[in-house]
């Protein structure tokens, strides 16, 4: 028996999930502050990115995306999608923010 525990109010389901480690980076700060968040792999990014929004009072992210930095570069998540379907695991830290300005 797995001695698995979990802050997801929605039960069971999600207690046999794989989690991932999380960290926003947005120009309003990081959230969470400090470390990381453990959430579910099946979860939708975008359910992270809207408590990040709320944390750091970001009240317009019209045009904002999601980009993790890999070897080969940055890649653009898909925030409909969980962490499992965007191809992550283990800790993930997010470059949320508006995709003009960029560097490169």
Excluded: C
């Excluded at 999930?17 to 939708?44: L, M």
């Excluded at 993790?68 to 993930?92: C, F, M, W």
């Amino acid at each position: 028996m797995a001695d698995v525990q979990t802050a997801d109010p929605k039960g069971e389901a999600s207690i046999h999930a794989p989690f991932v480690e999380v960290s926003i980076s947005t120009t309003a700060g990081f959230f969470p502050a400090e470390g990381f968040d453990r959430v579910p792999a099946q979860q939708k990014i975008k359910v992270e990115l809207e408590k990040a929004a709320k944390e750091l009072e970001i009240n317009n992210t019209a045009g904002w995306i999601a980009t993790v930095s890999t070897p080969g570069g940055k890649r653009t998540l898909d925030i409909e999608k969980s962490y499992a379907e965007n191809e992550l695991s283990g800790q993930v830290e997010i470059d949320w923010g508006p995709s003009e300005g960029g560097g490169g």
